[in-house]
């Protein structure tokens, strides 16, 4: 008496035999009694509520160690903050899925790359630079020298700018691994007295097609991708160095920046 079956606690608990077998075998929910003889398993109407529990719980996506957890404490303030934990895993593991889900939706079916795209044709131009010929894999940490280094210069007014600092980056330093690289403030005129490390340049005219990056590093990248797209569909590109114009920020040292990436093009149309 007050004895079920196996078959009768799987009716009242909605678990299959196999479930039941393994939350036994698992430690979560003991049988009452189990025949020596055949194995057949029984419970007793008390472990309904626990059945039902760990049948909820699972539905929720939690492991068996959180129930078990959950259902060891009587303390409701315990048990709400296991769930809460959870709670944010399962919003973690959420957030990555989506990212993941959006990822793979542009790679099926990438749509137009919102990018706008303006050309310039820029004169020649007097700028303070440092240049240097690098190999790509230093150019992270050049790169940050060479900001300190002009940026100081000019905060010292020994330099007055005419424009935003910027960058050209010959096609060699990305194709074979080691080119040219230039950091440059423009100026109106050649400046003569300047440290060691740098010099006055005249940078030569260049027509560009520009499209603008806002955002961090991972940005720059991507408008490099799609700028380069829109030439290789539209325009004549010319091997040319690139150039960069630093609005706000410089890529790879500040959070958020605001850069010009101008692909050099031999134009053909208005």
């Known amino acids: ?57 699972r539905a929720l996506d939690a492991p068996l160690d959180l129930i078990r957890e959950v259902m060891a ?22 957030a990555a899925t989506r990212s ?43 790169f940050r020298r060479s900001v300190d280094l002009l940026t100081g210069l000019v905060a010292s007014g020994d330099v007055a700018v005419a424009g935003p600092y910027g960058g050209v ?11 040219a690289a230039t950091l440059y403030a423009p100026v109106e005129e050649s400046v003569a007295s300047l440290p060691p490390a740098v010099s006055t340049v005249r940078l030569p005219a260049v027509e560009l097609a520009v499209a603008t990056s806002e955002g961090p590093e991972e940005e720059v990248a991507r408008v490099y991708g799609a700028l380069g797209e829109y030439v290789a569909r539209r325009e004549l590109g010319v091997q040319a160095p690139s150039r960069e114009a630093y609005l706000e920020g410089f890529p790879g040292i500040d959070e958020w ?7 050099p093009v031999f134009r053909v149309s208005r």
Do not use: C
């Not at 009587?74 to 593991?93: C, F, I, K, Y």
């Not at 099926?108 to 131009?125: A, Q």
């Not at 980056?169 to 080119?179: A, C, H, P, V, Y």
């Open 100 to 142: 993941a889900v959006r990822t793979l939706r542009g790679l099926l079916d990438p749509g137009p790359v919102p990018l706008e795209v303006v050309y310039r044709s820029i004169p020649p131009m007097h700028a303070v630079a440092v240049h240097a010929t690098i190999n790509r894999d230093e150019l992270g940490v050049w």
């Open 73 to 94: 404490t009587t303390d409701v303030t315990e048990r709400s903050a296991l769930l809460r934990s959870h709670l944010r895993e399962m919003e973690t593991r959420l």
């Open 257 to 263: 920046t605001r850069t010009e990436i101008g692909w």
């Open 169 to 179: 980056w010959s096609t060699e330093l990305f194709l074979d691994g080691r080119g």
């Open 1 to 57: 008496m007050g004895v079920m079956t196996i078959g009768d606690f799987s009716r009242a608990t909605r678990l299959s035999a196999k479930a039941l077998r393994f939350y036994h075998e698992s430690g979560l929910l003991t049988p009452s009694t189990v025949d020596p003889h055949n194995g057949y398993r029984r419970y007793t109407p008390d472990q309904v509520a626990d059945a039902q529990v760990i049948r909820s719980l």
